[in-house]
């Protein structure tokens, strides 16, 4: 319920932000795709994936949102658009496998999120076979939400980040006070104060923590972008109505320091072990560097470091270039060299599909591929791109239309799962009464090759009546008798093995 009841908040908020263009409207893709093994109240969006090129290999990992509906779908696809992972546990935030005690595990959000697409909530860490194995949850002291909500776990859903030492970062926000003068707000204001937190997996003892307003001397209220009065945050002139100034969207840490992204300053700082500011890009002035031609930015999300040494750091991001209340500028990926000598800051690459400008008011990714490939999400706009080493388009990977549905970020990568879970069949027979149908899927499994069809009148006289090549996410097999009852055998290429479903009564229904 309280799950929902999130999910709907969401909903509303974000929909708010939803009016669009109609020029800039993407083709219209059909509502939801349905199965026979997928439960009926499952949405699962229908995908469209085009390729201009050579794409690098590997999966889309995808959490989509319908505003609208609205409904949630934790999804993994081939980068074809066919589906391999769905779950019916509503999630938010980065869905995306990462590691963890050198083994890859797959990680989501699950919590509650605010109008403003805020969240109180837990990170997931699921193992190869789709097991719970750990959950990293923050406690921080005298922690205050809008409603004064108390919560058992504070971690907001934007970032989730393994860092190499076993530890995950994470943002936080708090409400508190603060004299807003500076900014034509109230004396005794109120803000949301931006936090980040590393903390140990194992233990989930924070090792290091940071706040935006512990730091205001260095970033004062009144550089933040935001005007007091928006559809996205409150005004500061009550505790239920304060001011979100600052809107951290991702942190990552470098050697002992970490970057982080603040939206609604348009800029990029690096965070000493010590919290103090070591450096700021600025999009929007250049903070403590000067930009070059092309290199503003704003309202970006996905900030990471891809190469550093005493001369030179390049920083990769998604340039959202808009917002809710200002977006009339093209979306892009987007990678800055810093000359850490002259200060300077130039275009390393900006990536974008000209044939289709894409203008996305929140959310993003920025995923550096081997072989110079970026994948980007664009959040807000359902759609994902892959760009090659020359910048050209090679894929566009789109899921719902324009801003009804979103992805706040989207992944590629390499994921060999192994389902502890059975696979799953249902089965029809005709209304003559001579043929059955079966359908057959294992949730999550990208190497199913074959399926061995059992059948029988019941389960004492189930013997193998065929064997079909996988086709997609769900098999279909044509049986020429009636049967009473079905069991399926997902086979594995190269010798994994096999697994049965449960035995399954065959349903009259002439499907
Ligand atoms: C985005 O910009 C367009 C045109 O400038 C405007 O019509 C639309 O309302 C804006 N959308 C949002 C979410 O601000
Ligand atoms: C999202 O929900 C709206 C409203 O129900 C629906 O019209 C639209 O087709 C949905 N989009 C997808 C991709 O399911
Ligand atoms: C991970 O692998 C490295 C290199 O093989 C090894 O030194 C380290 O102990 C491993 N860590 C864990 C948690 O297994
Ligand atoms: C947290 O993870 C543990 C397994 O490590 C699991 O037993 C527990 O149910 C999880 N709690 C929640 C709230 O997900
Ligand atoms: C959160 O804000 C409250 C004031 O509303 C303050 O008392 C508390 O110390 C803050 N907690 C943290 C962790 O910053
Ligand atoms: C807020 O800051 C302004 C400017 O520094 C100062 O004049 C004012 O007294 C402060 N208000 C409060 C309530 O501290
Ligand atoms: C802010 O500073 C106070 C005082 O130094 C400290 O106790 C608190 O932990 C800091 N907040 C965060 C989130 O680091
Ligand atoms: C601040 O927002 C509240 C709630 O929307 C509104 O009642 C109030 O008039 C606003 N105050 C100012 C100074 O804008
Ligand atoms: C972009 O940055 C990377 C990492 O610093 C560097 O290897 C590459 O040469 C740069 N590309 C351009 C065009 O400057
Ligand atoms: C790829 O990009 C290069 C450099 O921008 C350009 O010259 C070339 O025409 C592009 N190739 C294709 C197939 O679009
Ligand atoms: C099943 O029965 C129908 C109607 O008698 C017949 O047309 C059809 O060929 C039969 N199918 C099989 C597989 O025997
Ligand atoms: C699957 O079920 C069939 C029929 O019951 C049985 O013959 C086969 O051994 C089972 N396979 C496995 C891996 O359990």
Known sequence: MARLASALLLAQTLLLSCLVDAQQKPQALGTR????TVPSTMQIPVVQSTKYGQTEPGYMFINVLNRTAPWITPMILTDDGDLVWYSTEISFGPLRPQTYQNKTVLTTWIGTTNPEGLGWGQVNMFDDTYTLIKNVTLQPPNFQTFDHTKYSSYVDVHESQMTTDGS????????????????????HGYVIDGQFYEIDVATNK???????????SE????????????????????????????????????GSNYLISV???????????????????SGMDGGDFRLGANTHFCYQHDARILHQDADKVTITMHDNGNTEFD????????????????????????????????????????????????????????????????????????????????????????WSPKPAHPPVAVAFSNTAGNATTVYMSWNGATDVESWNVYAGANESSIAKVTSVQRSGFETPA????????IQVEAVRSDNGGTMNSTVVKVTAGGK
């Open 33 to 36: 795709r349905s199965f026979y």
């Open 168 to 187: 995950m970062l994470v943002i936080a926000v708090n409400i508190t006070t603060a004299n807003m003068s500076s900014v034509g707000g109230p004396g």
């Open 206 to 216: 924070v090792l290091f923590s940071w706040s935006a307003l512990n730091h205001s």
């Open 219 to 254: 970033i004062p209220l009144d550089d933040s972008v935001l005007p007091l009065t928006t559809s996205i945050s409150g005004n500061g002139t009550s505790f239920e109505e304060p001011w979100g100034y600052f809107h951290m969207n991702s942190v990552a840490k470098y």
């Open 263 to 281: 939206r609604l300053l348009c800029s990029i700082f690096l965070i000493g072990p010590q919290g103090n500011v070591i450096w700021r890009l």
């Open 327 to 414: 977006n009339n500028t093209v979306t892009r990926a987007l990678a800055l060299d810093i000359d850490m000598n002259t200060k300077l800051v130039t275009v390393n690459r900006t990536m974008r599909n000209p044939n289709d400008p894409i203008f996305a008011v929140s959310q993003g990714s920025y995923q550096t591929l081997a072989n110079g490939h970026v994948l980007t999400g664009h959040g807000a706009w359902p759609v994902a791109e892959e760009f090659d080493a020359q910048n050209n388009i090679t894929m566009t990977f789109q899921f719902g239309d324009s801003y009804d549905v979103s992805s706040y970020r989207a992944y590629k990568a390499p």
């Open 478 to 485: 044509h049986l020429d008798q009636k049967y009473g009852v």
